[in-house]
């Protein structure tokens, strides 16, 4: 029996690293509350403005980025970390593209992630089967061999 598993690909562009730690545990937490079954999983792609093209895909289902950038990436959401605010003026006449949203606060933050996962874009992709012959705890404990 094969399961499928469902999967976002999120691309944090110039993140800081405490930024970048924020979002992917609240986006966890929201996941594992959303889902029961570990179905569905966020796929994180880390870049900075000196890092070279990204590479596949190309489309992400959810852009975070936080400096004025002629960044070529397709995503369905795009959102501009934005704290303080102010930095959206700067952004703003930088770019060509606007943002889907703009997240300068907690709560901000906290609605675009729900939003992402409740509305974005799942792929599908095929996992591996699960053995029959054993359970997933065994695969975190396994038993000793006789």
Not at 13 to 30: C, E, F, G, V, Y
């Amino acid at each position: 029996m094969t399961n499928s598993l469902l999967v976002q690909h999120w691309l944090l562009q110039d993140i800081a690293p405490m930024h970048r730690a924020l979002i992917r545990r609240l986006a966890s937490n929201k996941l594992l509350e959303l889902t029961e079954d570990s179905n569905r999983k966020i796929l994180w792609t880390v870049r900075n403005g000196s890092d070279p093209a990204p590479l596949p895909p190309e489309r992400y289902d959810v852009l975070w980025i936080s400096s004025p950038s002629n960044l070529l990436v397709q995503a369905e959401i795009r959102l501009l970390w934005c704290w303080p605010p102010e930095i959206y003026r700067d952004f703003h006449f930088h770019t060509s593209w606007n943002p889907t949203g703009v997240v300068y606060n907690l709560p901000k933050l906290q609605a675009w992630i729900d939003r992402a996962l409740l509305f974005g874009n799942w792929t599908q992709t095929p996992s591996r089967p699960t053995p029959h012959n054993r359970s997933t705890t065994d695969l975190i404990h396994p038993r000793p061999s006789v």
